[in-house]
């Protein structure tokens, strides 16, 4: 199985606030790798795919980037309903598997 | 409007066979892909497996042994068969869409349904 590993498993930012947080396959997915975002209580939503394809309706603060093996998700400006923990996924390859989630906390 | 509803037993005891059916509505279930992913209390993402429209599935191996997962083209609903659970098994389990290509990730996601696996 790919292993996926993101990093830092939790964040605290502010209102504004450039948000990062990188996810590395272990082995190279090509561009096969999806975003998504989760709130409590709900199902993930689907951000980003093929590492950086913006998911229809979801806003353009949210960007994607990289390739092979190391991947990027990044907030430009973080606004209060983007606090909720952040999965990415790999799509080249079965079994799909998931990193273990990011969780942005309010500062 | 796509929407996916799962539906099935909350509470299921161990050793016997967790049964679960995801009702698509506002679309056709043919053309893509259908998935079953599941998530233990406070824990990250599993995926279970997945079923072409055409019937062709593919499962996580390690469910692969207890997994299966099918579909009925004239309800529009599929479903999933898990066996011989434990405690191991509960989680909130999640019916899911990928778009297509199915490579290009999950657009649409049921509310999802919490089992318990308990005697």
């Known amino acids: 199985d790919i292993q996926m590993t993101q990093s830092p498993s939790s964040l605290s930012a502010s209102v504004g606030d450039r948000v990062t947080i990188t996810c590395r396959a272990s082995q190279s997915i090509s561009s096969y790798l999806n975003w998504y975002q989760q709130k409590p209580g709900k199902a993930p939503k689907l951000l980003m795919y093929?590492?950086?394809s913006l998911e229809s309706g979801v806003p353009s603060r949210f960007s994607g980037s990289g390739s092979g093996t190391d991947f990027t998700l990044t907030i430009s400006s973080l606004q209060p309903e983007d606090f909720a923990t952040y999965y990415c996924q790999q799509s080249y390859t079965t079994p799909r598997t998931f990193g273990q989630g990011t969780k942005v906390e309010i500062k | 409007q796509v929407q996916l509803q799962e539906s099935g037993p909350g509470l299921v005891k161990p050793s016997e066979t967790l049964s679960l059916t995801c009702t698509v509505s506002?679309?056709?279930?043919?053309?893509?892909?259908w998935s079953w992913i599941r998530q233990p209390p406070g824990k990250g993402l599993e995926w279970i497996g997945h079923i072409h429209y055409s019937g062709s599935t593919n499962y996580n191996p390690s469910l692969k042994s207890r997994v299966t997962i099918s579909l009925d083209t004239s309800k529009n609903h599929f479903s999933l068969k898990l066996t011989s659970v434990t405690a191991a098994d509960t989680a909130v389990y999640f019916c899911?869409?990928?778009?297509?290509?199915?490579?290009?990730?999950?657009?649409?996601w049921g509310q999802g349904t919490l089992v318990t696996v308990s005697s």
């Open positions: 093929a590492a950086s």
């Open positions: 899911a869409r990928h778009q297509l290509p199915i490579q290009f990730g999950i657009d649409y």
């Open positions: 506002g679309g056709s279930i043919s053309s893509y892909y």
